[in-house]
């Protein structure tokens, strides 16, 4: 496998467009993206666990019964949840963009990411779909834009392997940064690929995946009402059909994993006001959901987060998260690391304290991506968790969001 | 019942200390605090849920096995936790404060508060027992100094009621700040009565009474190791012993509760960094549980926190913390409401937005204590949780709090 250039137009058969249709007052910003493919796919998502969800993916899900999509439309800046007509308005999306795509309205897929609670005028998304469908390119980069809100950066990747010798792509692109605290889904995650797969099978593998990846991630504690990642398959590649387990069902697996793993990182690095990835790696728990809980409290904790924005090697922060987490652990075997491109710290044995340099350990934390290593000593399981530091600018970039 | 001046030496014959031993670097803040009774009293405790627990509350705990004690010295500055020797300290530090007071160590309660994982070294504490004992006086003032933290506040209450015609005082003082959301118990908060009544009794008026009070206060999601809540009633006032329930409990507990959800304000206000309290009370839920679950969840919400240190009415994410806080509740017949000094404005009925002056918002908001109403229409139950706005002071606060 292969990390290659592009994102969701690299497999065979995607085009995709981004343009500003104006839901969002800046006269600059894209708004609107459109993935599509030439060919219907089999398709599979997740959605938030949050009870509140967003129209858009009522509506989706509701296009998804059949297992089959073939167009992907999303807005950025308003979120139409919580809006009386907001079903209304996501089935009127996919109406007309499936018109314009010539494919029925029960093929488009829709999203929506942004404010809550506030009426997503119908006006401007029609007026910019022909535009939108007019500038279906295989350049990935303006759909990707327009899904940002306050990302920094945009999100994509693409890989390549093969199934019983014939190469596959697989592409994603991601909208992340506040919000993110995902339990069944996350976020913004659009995933194509061009292996030939059966439905039931993409669901499956997207299913187990984000159990591991989208799951563990946190930026702020919060699980959005529009989380969504959506996997389309439109078996361009001509290979053999994946329709079961079985060697090429793992391949596909860990090209999806690569790709999500990729988008993960991405999304905690980039952060609502982040200026560091913090990667929790938990090892020698009883079992995996042990492991689980336990990273997810360490990269959950406020407290953590700020000590990492300020550098400061506060490890009892660590042990005092795994304490409420909820993980069943013996406290007194806690080991816990510092590490980075700088080196490596250990700060905690047996669950107290080593002597350590602050000096290093300073130098180790000032690095821009942290691995917090933590061994429990009492059995085989394992977990990674995904976040970022706590920062002056998160608060900014909430304090006023809606302005 | 009144509030009357004063705090844990308003009740018959308890006295209090605070003096700077040198725990803290710092060579004028209070770092070591004494409250003694003459009379050994019924006592009572609650401890934090956190699986890391301080050694200073396993030392409490034992010597709260008889349910009686006679005094609580506690230090700030280190939290003698996750230290290997750290039991031993605290009871070193009972030991060293019977001694002085010529009461056994086993009537001795310990807490510590402050950094997790250093040693704490008993030789100041030693150095500073005889002046802490000897400054013993009826100003509860430089205790309550000496327990503060990162508090910006000294926190005291006291109360007048009678029981069977016999007046009785309550004072309590808290430490809060920052890791602060309980579960079991919370922070550091001393209480004292003159009121008789048995350990058992007073035992379960503690255990009620947090559930709805230090339980429902979160200033940043991070349950500390070190939390706890005491009471000591020595039985002065010469009331008849409460010895079951009855009307005579239910004073005592009205008294206890109007202490402690003053001290749980007080503690949500002064929050780290926090510039505004934030009471959310829920009504209509289907049942207790539901409404303190919802409100809890709102009072957590990162996003929410920060946009209400914004004045910004973005009620979208009262809906969505309300939607993954757990709480089972039909989000289509949500009603939420902003609520000050400066007025009420209704942001959200039936789960959708109504239109509102966001002028109107903006002046609501502005003030220092924000009522967030929320209606289920689904019941008769309801809560009311405790916490703050989320701002860069947090953040600077908790960036570099060893250093």
Redesign the interface.
């Known amino acids: 496998m292969n990390i290659i250039q592009g994102g969701v137009c690299a497999p065979k058969g995607f085009q995709a467009s981004g343009v500003h249709c104006g839901v969002r007052k800046s006269r600059t910003k894209r708004d609107l993206a459109l993935i599509y493919s030439e060919r219907k796919a089999a398709a599979a998502a997740v959605y938030?666990?949050?009870?509140?969800?967003g129209a858009p993916l009522l509506v989706t899900k509701k296009h998804l019964a059949d297992g089959m999509a073939q167009a992907i439309i999303c807005n950025s800046g308003n979120?139409n949840?919580?809006?009386?007509d907001g079903p209304a308005v996501a089935e009127e999306m996919c109406r007309l963009a499936g018109a314009a795509l010539s494919i029925p309205t029960e093929d488009v897929l829709v999203a929506s990411t942004g404010?809550?609670?506030?009426?997503l005028d119908i006006a401007p998304i029609a007026a910019g779909i022909p535009g939108l469908v007019a500038g279906l390119s295989l350049d990935s980069s303006p759909a990707a834009e327009a899904i940002m809100t306050t990302d920094t950066a945009m999100k994509q990747i693409a890989v390549e392997f093969e199934i019983g010798g014939v190469p596959c792509r697989m592409g994603g692109m991601a909208k992340g940064s506040?919000?993110i605290?995902p339990?069944l889904a996350t976020m913004l995650v659009f995933i194509t690929t061009d292996c030939a797969i059966d439905s039931a099978m993409v669901q499956k593998a997207l299913s187990r995946d984000v159990k591991g990846t989208f799951n563990m991630i946190s930026v702020?504690?919060?699980?959005?009402?529009n989380d969504m990642v959506t996997v389309l398959a439109n078996g361009m590649a001509g290979n053999s059909p994946i329709t079961g387990e079985g060697p090429d069902f793992d391949v596909f697996m860990q090209a999806l994993n690569t790709v999500t793993v990729w988008l993960c990182r991405s999304i905690a690095a980039d952060g609502e006001g982040a200026t560091k990835l913090l990667e929790c790696r938990v090892t020698g728990a009883k079992d995996e959901a042990t492991a689980k809980t336990a990273a997810k409290g360490v990269i959950?904790?406020?407290?953590l987060k700020?000590?990492m924005?300020?550098a400061?090697a506060?490890?009892?922060?660590v042990?005092?998260?795994?304490?409420?987490s909820g993980a069943d652990?013996d406290?007194n075997q806690i080991g816990v690391s510092f590490a980075s491109r700088a080196g490596t710290v250990e700060v905690?044995r047996?669950?107290?304290?080593v002597d350590f340099s602050e000096e290093e350990a300073k130098k180790v934390l000032s690095e821009k991506e942290i691995n917090i290593l933590i061994t429990l000593h009492e059995g085989e399981g394992s977990a990674t968790a995904w976040g970022c530091d706590?920062?002056?600018d998160?608060?900014?970039?909430?304090?006023?969001?809606?302005?």
């Open positions: 938030t666990s949050n009870l509140v969800k979120a949840t919580c809006n009386a404010v809550i609670g506030q009426r506040g919000m605290h339990n702020d504690g919060d699980t959005s009402t959950c904790s406020s407290l700020a000590a924005f300020g400061d506060n490890w009892g922060r042990l005092c998260a795994i304490g409420y652990v406290v905690c047996d669950g107290a304290g706590l920062t002056y998160y608060v900014k970039i909430n304090g006023d969001y809606r302005s």
